[in-house]
Nanobody, 115 residues
Framework: QVQLVESGGGLVQPGGSLRLSCAASGIVFNSYAVRWYRQVPGHERELVAGITSGNITNYFGSAKGRFTISRDNAQNTVNLQLNNLKHEDTAVYYC?????????WGQGTQVTVSS
């Protein structure tokens, strides 16, 4: 059974950093493309970053230049480094993978940017 579990969220001041992690079980994560999304209540889920099975990375919107997506194959995780955080980055962050035509989401991790 495939499961994705996010961790690493928390409260951080503007300009600070956080490192989110998405741990997979039931699959070898580096065989699949993984995406990070975020969602603010009352808004649609927004794509933030993605990494392909060939480790090509893509960033979207305000994530460009501030966020970095990477794999840790030893830990079977995909990480999202968030730098220079802003108030508008406050959201629940989710990881997603499409595995054999089935869509899997984690439960999300809350990131709150506040002074």
């Amino acid at each position: 059974q495939v499961q994705l579990v996010e961790s690493g969220g928390g409260l951080v001041q503007p300009g600070g950093s956080l490192r989110l992690s998405c741990a997979a079980s039931g699959i070898v994560f580096n065989s699949y493309a993984v995406r990070w999304y975020r969602q603010v209540p009352g808004h649609e889920r927004e794509l933030v970053a993605g990494i392909t099975s060939g480790n090509i990375t893509n960033y979207f919107g305000s994530a460009k230049g501030r966020f970095t997506i990477s794999r840790d194959n030893a830990q079977n995780t995909v990480n999202l480094q968030l730098n220079n955080l802003k108030h508008e980055d406050t959201a629940v962050y989710y990881c997603h993978a499409l595995v054999r035509m089935v869509s899997y989401w984690g439960q999300g991790t809350q990131v709150t940017v506040s002074s």
